[in-house]
């Protein structure tokens, strides 16, 4: 019985924690947020508002986390107010016995990287889902040696996963180069739908805006794209003893022809649906990846298919296709938690999932 | 730089051998072949005959292995019979300094389990592409354990791996699982072209023979379809954690219509291209995978195109597809050399390729 404690309890994180709540070889014995509304509240309430297709809603009477009547977990275990309770300082949070820490609190590693530090100042194994933390060697070198140096001194073991980065664009990749002999191109390509997303996405992807807002934003840092080349390119080239020389990015507006619509944003003809933003890695001067990533709303308004696309040009060819694309929030949530028991079996250190055994659910 | 002994030259063997001739990483120090055409004649003198795209065909001038006049490795090492001269028995080629041995004898583990021992008392790991090894248990559950014991007394890494068992229908699927919080039905089609197989395949799969001549065929054990559904099957249900009360297999012939020709066989309508071999996979009395492998010469002939396919029902569904499959033979040699560097950093021990960290093509 693994004890996790759940660290941002935002969409994501709440996904985790609904998971973790319907392993049998899991316990969640701790939740930390900072925001006020979510504090105090128990896990489970926060989980009743959670509407996912797997989890069943059941709440328990006892209104403890985990505890689903099953006979196991034992429910002393999770009295007390880090147990059950969304406990808004980490700290109070962080001297609950416990194995693990699943970290969804934010995407680079600079936000990051004290969190990690303080989870394992108090011998805790971490998973995280913030992109930059796949390949943290990619943007943040000195991070990434500090976290290491420091899970190795306590024989915890940290973990950067998620589907995008940490699967669709290179652990999946890599694995797929296992069959190979040669490797002279790689080409991925994940189209896929934003509509499920909010206001935040939306802003960083620029939609709704002017072609013209949206090349300003661009140039401002406002409109990022997608979160995760860098690891991505970087896991890969680690993982195929391969050294890149240049990497070049660019982001262009899909412009919609037609009027798209989500419940949060109204995408008239002539505004922007969604970017497309792509990535090139480059050994001795030649291109040897090409990351293509088109995300937009309502894509099938237009005729686009979804779908995550892998090609290798190498010894032999392989090309590969899913239909529609391996979903992003279902699909991160469940990699994070399928990781734990690899991580908990794990050397001490900063792992990657090239590193790794092979990500599997169990159950 | 590792030091490899192969052990059997076959065509698979032989493509394997010009596959590590063309890794910097590694140097072929010993070969084993009981086929007197094969014995007294040069890994190099075989190699001439391999037209492998990816491999160029320079026979060197000293006529030694892996000497490609790149300066490493130091040729000395290479001199003397069991360097690069093909030898008949094992025992002499075993005692050359080494790290490990890549098996490519047979099929099944009763004929390659004395070949593993004797690799293991030279202390030497064993990667090996016999399709039982790929999980032994399956179908020899006593030799796994003897196996298992003696790599850890012998401090050594026990492998088995091909395209298929190996990867196509147990690896990948166990990869993809991992972004999933739940899996409630799995499903692989592997619909491949035996064209460029010989005879020996033609008859183990029955292809030219009567519907009635297959029947009788597949009762009385002459046509056996595919070797590795047990594997495949036992090797997702170990990493996924299910136990599989019961398995159903049946052969199905794949009648031609048209006339389909290779260089090897003749199949004119009525007669039989193929056999559909399907196993299905049971937990709880409700079938939980169905693996489905129709395998003929020149499946294009009569419209039917050769791809794999692997459809997850579950949470969320994954719905993925190569075209063309991955290929069998060159995917076999590439998986079993990759895997070395893998091998070599592993844990003692008989492990499978969902123990060890992602398959990755390094170069």
Redesign the interface.
């Known amino acids: 019985m693994v004890r996790i404690i759940h660290w941002g309890l935002g969409a994501m994180g709440t996904r985790i924690a609904a ?1 973790v709540r ?1 392993r049998a070889d899991m316990v969640s014995v701790g939740a930390i947020d900072r925001d006020p509304a979510k504090t105090g509240k128990t896990l489970d309430q926060l989980l009743a508002r959670v509407r ?3 989890v069943p809603q059941v709440l328990t009477k006892t209104g403890q986390v985990g505890d689903r009547g099953t006979g196991s977990p034992s429910p002393g275990r999770l009295n007390g107010p880090a147990g059950g309770i969304v406990v808004g300082s980490p700290e109070d949070v962080l001297q609950t016995p416990a194995d693990l820490v699943i970290l969804a609190t934010g995407s680079f590693v600079e936000e990051v990287a004290p969190q990690v530090i303080l989870a394992l100042e108090h011998g805790l194994n971490v998973i995280t889902i913030a992109e930059e933390m796949v390949f943290p060697e990619a943007t943040a070198p000195d991070h990434a040696q500090e976290i290491d140096r420091m899970a190795r001194n306590r024989g915890a073991v940290v973990l950067g996963t998620g ?1 995008n980065p940490g ?1 669709v664009m290179d ?2 990749v ?10 002279r191109h790689i080409m991925v390509r994940r189209a896929n739908d934003l509509s499920p997303y909010g206001p935040t996405v939306m802003a960083g992807q620029g939609v709704g805006l002017t072609p013209q807002q949206f090349e300003d934003g661009v140039a401002s840092g406002r409109v990022v794209g997608h979160v995760g080349f860098l690891q991505s390119l970087g896991l890969i080239a680690r ?3 391969w050294t890149l020389d240049r990497i070049e990015q660019s982001r262009e507006p899909i412009v919609a022809r037609l009027m798209r619509e989500t419940p949060y944003v109204k995408v008239p003809p002539g505004r922007v649906a969604g970017c497309r933003h792509v990535a090139r890695g480059f050994k001795n001067g030649r291109e040897v990846i090409f990351l293509d990533h088109p995300q937009q709303v309502r894509p099938e308004l237009e005729g686009f298919e979804t779908g995550d696309e892998i090609r290798i040009r ?3 060819d ?7 694309e ?2 992003g929030g ?2 991160t ?3 994070a ?3 734990v028991p690899v991580v908990m079996a794990a050397e001490p250190g900063l792992r990657t ?11």
Chains 1, 2 share one sequence.
Request: proline share 11%; charged share 10%; net charge neutral.
């Open positions: 998971l319907d996912l297709p797997a589907i699967f652990t999946l890599i694995c797929l180069t296992g069959v190979c002999s040669q490797v993982a195929l003893g190498g010894q032999p392989i090309s590969l296709r899913t239909s529609p391996i979903p279902a699909g949530a469940a990699i938690v399928n990781m999932m090239a590193d790794l055994p092979l990500p599997r659910m169990v159950g």
